[in-house]
């Protein structure tokens, strides 16, 4: 089943770690297998976090996002790929980015054949990310592309920088997101979402960026 949750800044100051500590929680129930994290911090640098456990037991490692411009994480439920093996378990990088998956990729052996692509783990979501690095174009087109021939519900969460992007993709997986003042947060379920929540819209994938002037945005549409 799984669970995605994010944070993007609109201003200069990292996400309310309280409230995205919340965030992960209530996303566990979807997914307690393991718990990562991918996060822009304010050295200009994306960095990872992974482990095999809940959310609950390894939730202290939102701390190291604080004044992040971008938070992407994962609450896994493992369905191919054992969480013991971390390199099965979320974010799985994706060219310069990395992002996080919640559905089953029911095509993925086809899509490694298919494509020549070159897996590292036994993770279905992995090849998510190596078609986001082989496919050209913007990168929200590339997430509409990889979401077209994905067989399967889906919500991806990424993170990009040089400019700092956050990449949204919703096609038949719930997601939601709450305004606040200092951001947008996004997750699987709306509990614990702050500030107006709604729905992103389905078929959808969008990309926000982070500028002097606020936040960019560009959006494609999935195919059905």
Partial sequence: M?????FITTGKKGPDLARIKRLAVETQRRGHHAFGLAWLGPDGAIHTFKCPGPATANVDALDACRGAAIVIGHCRWA???RPEDNRNNHPHPA???WLVHNGVVHNHQRLVRRYGLLPRTECDSEVLGLLMARFPGAL?????????RADGRLVMLGVWRKPARLLVVRNGNPLSF????GGYYFASLPEGLPGHVAEIRDQY???LSVGEEGLGHDAYEIAG
């Fill in 2 to 6: 799984c669970g995605v949750f994010g």
């Fill in 79 to 81: 369905t191919h790929g």
């Fill in 95 to 97: 060219g310069r980015g």
């Fill in 140 to 148: 929200g087109l590339r997430g509409a592309r990889v979401a077209e």
């Fill in 178 to 181: 709450g305004q606040t003042a």
């Fill in 205 to 207: 994938a969008g990309v």
